[in-house]
Every structure is written in structure tokens, then in C-alpha cells.
């Protein structure tokens, strides 16, 4: 299926984890159908104002469009939460931070649960700022566990992000890396919402199915 909302086009695919419906998106998120969940990882606020601070240029229309993407499939799925697994931040509290609570506002109905990633160095103050309704180290609901990175010794079904995965695909002309999601028999590992983030592509679970996607599409390989 495919969408557009504001020049943001959105295409589906849709998957089943533990007989429940995921609905699986080209802009780098989930939807959990059960209970109206947008599900996405490794956000990375205020990576470019921690990168200008250091002296390097970049401009903030990074993670403008990032928002704009979010904004785009929460008006798209309707949900009732979304959850972010892991990594909302990069450095802590900085202007970007202040940009994502402003955005956020619209949203003030919106359940906003946080597990918590390696990058999510956040003090009393800025939990207050961001008004999380959730935040933990996972999130076990119906078999199924959020957490930020794979853990081997915990049963059960797990989402996880962390790695921001990709897959190198060849071609006559050059070899092409695209970010996807990847999905075992007990992991759907999540790509990483931001655009400004590199790609893994040598650290992916095993036996994995990918679900690779450009701005135009999403298919299973």
C-alpha cells in the first residue's frame, strides 16, 4: 500500500510477529495494529546541534525532516502511543532538544514511552522537559519485549534497534546500501529513524528476512 501526506510518501508492508499484525513502513518505522502503537528507533536528537557546537557546519533541516516524516505517519496510523526503542537523544540536552518538545506539543494526547538506549544520558530536568509516560530499560508486553539491543539470554519475542541496519545490494553499475528492517523467529530489528545515521551492514542477525525500502518502496527479499 501507498500513501502520501505533505510530499512524505509512505508505502507498507505488512508482517505478522507472535499472530499479531505489524505494519511494516519505507519511512523507517512500525505500527503495532493490537494497540495502535508507532513503533521506531535511534532518533538521535541534537546530533547536528552536538556536531555545530564541535565547529562543523551542518544545517538543522536534518532533523526538520525527520519530524516531518513523524508527523507524517502519526497522522497517517492515528496511533495512540509510540514508542521509541532507544536512542531518542544523541548528547544529552541541547537546541535540537527544545525544537522536538515544541514539535511534540501538537501531540499532547500521544503516549510517549521511552526505552532507554546507550545514548539517552537524560537527567531528572530534561525527563521533566521531554514528559515521557514511559520510561525504562525494556518493555515486556504480550510475549513480546522492547529493548534497545538484542539480548541473548532473554526468552521471548524481542523489537530492537541499536545497530541501524542496512544491506549492500549489487548491480551492473555499483553497489547500492539501503537501510531495512531485519525479522528472525525471535527478533525484528528496527532501522534507525534519523536519515543522519551510518548503516550496519555486517552485524545483522542471522537468518534474517530484510525488508529493504527507498522513499518510493518496500520489499521483502
Not at 525527520?66 to 544523541?90: C, M, N, T, W
Not at 528496527?190 to 545515521?197: D, G, Q, R, V, Y
Request: proline residues 3%.
Amino acid at each position: 500500500m501507498k500513501f502520501s501526506i505533505h510530499q512524505v510518501f509512505i508505502a507498507t508492508k505488512k508482517i505478522f510477529i507472535q499472530s499479531e499484525t505489524f505494519i511494516l513502513t519505507n519511512q523507517r518505522a512500525a505500527f503495532r495494529e493490537k494497540d495502535k502503537a508507532l513503533i521506531l528507533s535511534d532518533l538521535h536528537i541534537g546530533k547536528t546541534a552536538h556536531f555545530r557546537k564541535n565547529g562543523i557546519a551542518l544545517a538543522n533541516h536534518i532533523m526538520k525532516s525527520d519530524l516531518e516524516r513523524l508527523s507524517a505517519l502519526i497522522e497517517y496510523f492515528q496511533p495512540e502511543k509510540f514508542i521509541v526503542v532507544g536512542d531518542l537523544l544523541h548528547a544529552g540536552d541541547n537546541s535540537d532538544v527544545d525544537e522536538f518538545c515544541v514539535w511534540k506539543k501538537q501531540y499532547s494526547d500521544l503516549q510517549f514511552y521511552l526505552i532507554e538506549g546507550n545514548h539517552d544520558r537524560i537527567s531528572k530536568a530534561l525527563e521533566e522537559k521531554l514528559c515521557f509516560d514511559y520510561k525504562a530499560e525494556w518493555l515486556e508486553t504480550d510475549d513480546i519485549t522492547f529493548i534497545h539491543d538484542f539480548d541473548p539470554v532473554r526468552f521471548g519475542f524481542q523489537i530492537t534497534g541499536h545497530i541501524h541496519p542496512g544491506i549492500v545490494l549489487s548491480s551492473a553499475v555499483k553497489n547500492i546500501r539501503l537501510p531495512c528492517f531485519a525479522l528472525t523467529s525471535n527478533q525484528l530489528l528496527l532501522p534507525a529513524f534519523s536519515e543522519f545515521t551510518g548503516l550496519d551492514t555486517k552485524n545483522l542477525p542471522k537468518k534474517s528476512t530484510f525488508f529493504v525500502f527507498t522513499d518510493a518502496e518496500i520489499y521483502e527479499i
